[in-house]
Every structure is written in structure tokens, then in C-alpha cells.
């Protein structure tokens, strides 16, 4: 198990694109060499908002950090009026409701285990009935969003890092890329309860570099060509190093938001593994979680 930090961190919540599987440097390692600052890596490979807001321990550590960094996650990976999901591993679909099962009572549900592929089965094989379940979600997100963004308080930024846009409408190209069915609307209606809004765009280049200097093993590479790479990291981390830039090590810091550091250790279950960065880079192994 790793370190969950001092009390004095930035805490960083998300999934993939913050976990930075296949990434030597992530976001929050260049965050924390960036402004020379501690921070803490909650991310989980394919979290969606469930597994955050079921887990106490994750929300005391942000409580009790001096600032989070939250990234805009899709809404598929939660469970909703018309699906579950796996409590913890949230891209697992569990089970229909009797409310999905009548929209498409032409489909058998025990054919799916993950999320996106049944909702892409979904979209398929009716695109005009999918957008009841697309209404569904975008409203189930936004009550979760202000939810997790209510328990966490303090200083919060929101972060946006796709490849796509935000943008009002989603575009059929990015009908499938991260943040699943989230638009502009939706993030814009949760700025006055964050601190910074951060929009990062992933640029061309980086989308063509996103191989190079990733650390890939040889059962990783179907995978890796999912993920974003360095540069699209670096790319992130100069909005956030931005955001916080008064948290940098040569201005004046402030006390952590919460009471004694030890009490924060007590709080980590052992099946938990958190990755704290104290300013300089970690090295991580391509096949170490």
C-alpha cells in the first residue's frame, strides 16, 4: 500500500485519464513537480461517480486536502432508474431494470457485462428509443455531480480532459469518447460550485505522440491504444499547475482542511492503493495497478 500524503496534498479524483496506467509521469506527479506541492492519486481505472461517493475514506482525504481536483467523468458507469452497476468496479453491468427491459423488451440483458458495450448495443439497434436512457443518465449525473461536489467542499476544480470538445451538442464522432453523454449545459450548471472550471481539449499532437514514452507490457498493448498519453498529461497538468498556482512552494501555505494527518492514515482500508507525490516524479511499473 502506498502513502495517502501528509495532510498538506492535492487530492486528484477520476478515472483513466488520471490514473495514467502505461504513464510514467500522470497528471497529479507533474501537478505536484509543477508547483512543488504534495499530491495524492484517488483515481481508479474506470471509476464513474458511484464508487467515489460510496467510499468515505476518499472523501475525508479530499475534505481534509487543500484543494481536489475533480475530473468530469462520464455518465454510463453508475447505476441509474434503468441499470446497476458493479458498486466498485462501475464499468460492470450488473442488472436491467423492469423500466430498461420494457423500453427494449427485444433485447436479452444477460448477454452484457460491461456498461458500454450494452449501451452501444442499445443505440444500435434503436437510436430513438436510446434517448430516453441518454436523458436518464445526463440527469442522474448531474444530481451525483453536485452530490460528490457538496460532501468534498472547499476548493475544488473541475477538470475537462478529452479529446472531444465540450460542447452543447454531442457530435456523432464523439457520441463514444469520454465524458460519456456529459455536455457543456451540464458541466456549465455545476461552475458556481467549483472553484475553476478547466476545459483541456487533448490537442492533434498529442493525440499522434500518445505512444510515445508510455510504458506498455506485453499484455498492455490493446489497452494502451485506449489511454492517452505524456503529452496529452502534460498538456492537462498546465491547466491545473494554472489553477492552483497559489499553492506553488514559493507562496504561502495554508493549513490542510481537517484535523490531525495520522487520523487521515487510519481511514485507508487495505485493499485501497493510493499514490502520493511529493514533488518529484514516481516511477511506476507498466503492470503495477
Given at each position: 500500500?502506498?502513502?495517502?500524503?501528509?495532510?498538506?496534498?492535492?487530492?486528484f479524483?477520476?478515472?483513466?485519464?488520471?490514473?495514467?496506467?502505461?504513464?510514467?509521469?500522470?497528471?497529479?506527479?507533474?501537478?505536484?513537480?509543477?508547483l512543488?506541492?504534495?499530491?495524492?492519486?484517488?483515481?481508479?481505472?474506470?471509476?464513474g461517480?458511484?464508487?467515489?461517493?460510496r467510499?468515505?475514506?476518499?472523501?475525508?482525504?479530499?475534505?481534509?486536502?487543500?484543494?481536489?481536483?475533480i475530473?468530469?467523468?462520464?455518465a454510463?458507469?453508475?447505476?441509474?432508474?434503468?441499470?446497476?452497476?458493479?458498486?466498485?468496479?462501475?464499468?460492470?453491468?450488473?442488472?436491467a431494470?423492469?423500466?430498461?427491459?420494457?423500453?427494449?423488451?427485444?433485447?436479452?440483458?444477460?448477454?452484457?457485462?460491461?456498461t458500454?458495450?450494452?449501451?452501444?448495443?442499445l443505440w444500435?439497434r434503436c437510436?430513438k428509443?436510446?434517448?430516453?436512457?441518454?436523458?436518464?443518465?445526463?440527469a442522474?449525473?448531474?444530481?451525483?455531480?453536485?452530490?460528490?461536489?457538496?460532501?468534498?467542499?472547499?476548493?475544488?476544480?473541475?477538470?475537462?480532459?478529452?479529446e472531444?470538445?465540450?460542447?452543447?451538442?454531442?457530435?456523432?464522432?464523439?457520441?463514444?469518447?469520454?465524458?460519456?453523454?456529459?455536455?457543456?449545459?451540464?458541466?456549465?450548471?455545476l461552475?458556481?460550485e467549483?472553484?475553476?472550471?478547466?476545459?483541456?481539449?487533448?490537442?492533434?499532437t498529442?493525440?499522434?505522440?500518445?505512444?510515445?514514452?508510455?510504458?506498455?507490457?506485453?499484455?498492455?498493448?490493446?489497452?494502451a491504444?485506449?489511454?492517452?498519453?505524456?503529452?496529452?498529461?502534460?498538456?492537462?497538468?498546465?491547466?491545473?499547475?494554472?489553477?492552483?498556482?497559489?499553492?506553488?512552494?514559493?507562496?504561502q501555505?495554508?493549513?490542510?482542511?481537517?484535523?490531525?494527518?495520522?487520523i487521515?492514515?487510519?481511514?485507508?482500508?487495505?485493499?485501497?492503493?493510493?499514490?502520493?507525490?511529493?514533488?518529484?516524479?514516481?516511477?511506476?511499473?507498466?503492470?503495477?495497478p
Amino acid at each position: 500500500m502506498r502513502s495517502a500524503g501528509t495532510g498538506q496534498e492535492v487530492a486528484f479524483v477520476g478515472a483513466a485519464m488520471f490514473y495514467g496506467r502505461c504513464v510514467p509521469r500522470p497528471l497529479p506527479d507533474l501537478v505536484a513537480e509543477g508547483l512543488g506541492v504534495p499530491t495524492v492519486n484517488l483515481a481508479i481505472h474506470n471509476a464513474g461517480l458511484d464508487v467515489f461517493l460510496r467510499d468515505g475514506a476518499v472523501i475525508d482525504i479530499c475534505r481534509r486536502s487543500r484543494a481536489t481536483v475533480i475530473q468530469v467523468l462520464g455518465a454510463a458507469n453508475m447505476s441509474n432508474r434503468l441499470y446497476t452497476v458493479h458498486p466498485r468496479r462501475n464499468d460492470r453491468f450488473l442488472e436491467a431494470t423492469d423500466a430498461l427491459r420494457a423500453l427494449y423488451h427485444d433485447v436479452d440483458f444477460t448477454e452484457f457485462n460491461f456498461t458500454q458495450h450494452m449501451l452501444r448495443s442499445l443505440w444500435e439497434r434503436c437510436p430513438k428509443r436510446f434517448g430516453a436512457i441518454e436523458h436518464e443518465l445526463q440527469a442522474a449525473w448531474t444530481a451525483r455531480m453536485r452530490l460528490l461536489l457538496d460532501r468534498i467542499g472547499g476548493r475544488i476544480t473541475l477538470l475537462w480532459m478529452s479529446e472531444a470538445p465540450c460542447a452543447a451538442q454531442i457530435a456523432p464522432a464523439d457520441r463514444w469518447r469520454s465524458p460519456l453523454f456529459v455536455t457543456a449545459g451540464m458541466v456549465a450548471a455545476l461552475r458556481k460550485e467549483v472553484s475553476d472550471l478547466r476545459i483541456c481539449r487533448i490537442s492533434a499532437t498529442a493525440r499522434a505522440t500518445q505512444a510515445q514514452g508510455m510504458m506498455v507490457g506485453p499484455d498492455d498493448a490493446r489497452m494502451a491504444a485506449r489511454l492517452v498519453g505524456p503529452s496529452a498529461h502534460r498538456e492537462a497538468a498546465a491547466h491545473i499547475i494554472d489553477s492552483l498556482a497559489d499553492l506553488g512552494a514559493g507562496t504561502q501555505a495554508g493549513p490542510p482542511r481537517g484535523a490531525d494527518p495520522q487520523i487521515r492514515s487510519s481511514l485507508i482500508r487495505p485493499d485501497q492503493s493510493f499514490s502520493t507525490s511529493s514533488g518529484t516524479a514516481v516511477k511506476r511499473s507498466a503492470t503495477s495497478p
